[in-house]
């Protein structure tokens, strides 16, 4: 999980500026990628991704990096 956060947060930073929410998302990726949240960021995230249903066993890392774009929106509040 930590991993598909630290991912999902890279990819925001070259994110387009016209995309929802994007100061709250620049601001939610700079505090991970800097190691300030990362690990709080992913045991948030884990909860909501298992209640999707959606991972199992035979999840691959798209299917993981997937969900947390599902959640982003909801912890990135600035």
Known sequence: ????IAR???????EDVGTDN???R????NAVISGEKTKAEADKF?????GLGTINGASTDNDILWAVAQ???MFATG
């Open 26 to 29: 620049l601001v939610w990726a």
């Open 46 to 50: 884990m909860w909501p991704i298992i």
């Open 1 to 4: 999980m930590t991993t598909a």
């Open 8 to 14: 999902k947060a890279q990819e925001i930073l070259g």
């Open 22 to 24: 994007h100061a709250n």
């Open 71 to 73: 959640f982003v929106n």
